[in-house]
């Protein structure tokens, strides 16, 4: 009997677990709907919404609570994000759930006597912790545009969480890894476990009963499940012991807010991404508005001109988000009509000399601190709504701490914040004012959930975790679309760099860019830096032709895929 059962195990089971967590990373095409997401699981959750009928934000909702679950390194109720969504009728319109800082956050929060940064105390200690958004936004964006029942949307992950899942060898190496940490780390060192108390291998089901019954609770009391009542008092209570500053008040206080897109355009084609808090949406139309003056069509992809060129327009998108952007609540005269304008780009594209690289001056600004894990999602459903959600913890499993009654982890987001006023310098901190903490105000984002329209349809839905390397490996992707005339997938796979103004180096992905081209950007007076991988891009793009969509999710993550139907 048990030989059977082992047979059956693998007959069955096997092909079922390669099938769900096969990296679905080549194309995908689906004409009634799309759902491209860091994990496999969560896009069927959303496509499975999509269905029974739900539209694009029901199987948003679904998909990231789904992703609190399979992808707790960046899926979260314990952080923020921003959603953009392009409604069938061509209105487009955005969710801020941006975590805020608490109401006892003063602007020297992570500085010494002598006023310097105490390193690592904006992103390792429980005061890195803002107060999340990521239910609030989710529920905003139900009430305003969803379809199905709210607690349908939550219940696939509720499932997910109570009756668990296969590891995956994904998880896994993060298990092993998670599972060796000290006990400051109380919740991630047995995040992982069995309740023999040894981590999940590979295949085995993986169950979170205290995370499935704080998603029952939102369930049932949508944003006051999360934001009142036990949950908010055990956050409160666990603050308390630990030496955090959050407080029940700042939950019941915090609220997700529907803001006005960003809204550029490139040749034929209209870009919607996200306003401030994030800076994702204005350095990206900033550096296509100056990508349109150049002349692409006689710079070949990947040549030397090509990444001096780019490199360029990041380096000035990049000092111009460090020295101008921040809450636009607290800050009321963000120059953001200046920023986006086609006469701006022209001024900066003006100043770029093709035979050599500029230098970055640390007089003026830029930004150091790179997160390490976000994630984001793209979905389309049959009427052409069209969803771009990008939402972290920060650092990839936030802060790795959180109460164990609870079951999810909070987000170490105070990092985004400039820590120490007026200090900027070349290894990249900034010290700007219009992202210093205050109460309650927004940290400064990166993250670009973007929709690219042409006819007034979505044409292109994309986004990427990466910290400030978002911005650019959505702009070499939006470009390699839009402009090298690449498959959703190509774009996404083709080699991406990185240049943030400060440090003053241009990131390449490794072997993708030839020996040659590298010694030509030198003696041009680059800094080069090899690295892995740069973005995990999840996307999906209207083929006019076919009248279908394509979706595709990075070979750079782990577990994701794209499900069409
Ligand atoms: O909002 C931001 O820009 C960062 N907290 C995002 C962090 C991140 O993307 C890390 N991911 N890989």
């Not at 407080?247 to 915090?254: F, G, I, Q, R, V």
């Not at 987000?411 to 109460?439: C, H, K, W, Y």
């Not at 498959?487 to 990131?507: G, N």
Request: one cysteine or more; a negative charge; aromatic letters at 10%.
């Amino acid at each position: 009997m048990k030989k059977l059962n082992v047979v059956l195990f693998h007959f069955l089971c096997l092909p079922i677990f390669i099938l769900f967590y096969s990296n679905v990373n080549a194309q995908t095409y689906g004409k009634n709907g799309m759902v491209v997401s860091d994990n496999v699981l969560a896009s069927k959750v959303g496509i499975d919404v999509l269905k029974k009928g739900g539209n694009a934000i029901d199987a948003s909702i679904a998909t990231a609570f789904a992703l609190a679950v399979t992808h707790p390194e960046a899926g979260n109720i314990g952080g923020g994000g921003f959603i953009v969504l392009m409604k069938s009728d061509g209105n487009v319109t955005t969710f801020d759930f941006r975590e805020k800082a608490p109401l006892k956050a003063t602007p020297d929060l992570f500085q010494d006597a002598d006023g310097n940064l105490i390193e690592g105390s904006n992103h390792e200690t429980i005061k890195a912790v803002g107060v999340p958004g990521t239910v609030a936004g989710l529920y905003l964006a139900h009430q305003k545009y969803g379809s199905l029942p709210w607690p349908d949307l939550v219940q696939p992950a509720v499932d997910l969480a109570e009756n668990g899942f296969p590891m995956t060898w994904g998880l896994y190496q993060v298990a092993l890894r998670m599972s060796e940490l000290d006990d400051a780390y109380d919740i991630m060192k047995n995040y992982f476990r069995n309740t023999e108390g040894s981590v999940v291998q590979p295949g085995e089901t993986w169950k979170q009963p205290a995370l499935a019954k704080t998603l029952s609770l939102i369930r049932d009391k949508g944003h006051d499940g999360f934001y009142k009542g036990e949950v908010a008092e055990e956050i409160e209570a666990y603050m308390k012991a630990k030496g955090g500053i959050i407080t029940k008040e700042d939950l019941a206080k915090y609220s997700a807010i529907e803001r006005k897109p960003l809204k550029g355009s490139y040749k034929d084609f209209e870009i919607y991404s996200m306003a401030p808090p994030s800076s994702g949406g204005v350095a990206l139309i900033e550096m296509m508005n100056l990508m349109e003056l150049a002349d692409l069509k006689k710079i070949e992809f990947n040549s030397t001109t090509y990444v001096h060129l780019v490199a360029e327009a990041m380096r000035r998108a990049f000092a111009d988000r460090a020295e101008h952007l921040g809450d636009p609540d607290f800050n009321p005269e963000l120059p953001l009509d200046m920023l986006t304008t086609k006469e701006f780009a022209k001024m900066r594209f003006d100043h770029i000399d093709m035979s050599k690289a500029s230098l970055s001056d640390t007089s003026r600004y830029g930004q150091l601190y790179d997160g390490s894990s976000t994630t984001h999602f793209s979905v389309v459903d049959k009427d052409g709504n069209a969803v771009s959600l990008t939402y972290t913890l920060e650092h990839s499993y936030g802060v790795k701490m959180g109460s164990s009654k609870l079951g999810f982890i909070f987000n170490n987001e105070m990092g985004d914040f400039n820590p120490v006023a007026g200090v900027t310098n070349s290894r990249g901190q900034i010290g700007s004012n219009p992202n210093l903490i205050a109460p309650e105000k927004r940290m400064l984002s990166s993250m670009t959930p973007t929709i690219v329209a042409k006819d007034g349809r979505p044409f292109l839905i994309i986004g990427s975790p990466g910290g400030r390397t978002i911005i650019n490996t959505v702009f070499q992707t939006v470009l390699n679309v839009l402009e090298y005339d690449m498959r959703i997938d190509k774009a996404i796979e083709a080699m991406k760099i990185h240049h943030q103004w400060f440090p003053d180096e241009i990131r390449y992905e490794r072997h993708l860019l030839s020996p040659d081209t590298r010694d030509a950007l030198e003696l041009m007076g680059h800094k080069l830096r090899p690295v892995n991988n740069l973005g995990v891009l999840m996307g999906i793009s209207y083929d006019p032709k076919l009248g279908v969509y394509i979706g595709a999710s990075d070979s750079a993550s782990k577990d994701g895929g794209a499900v069409g139907y």
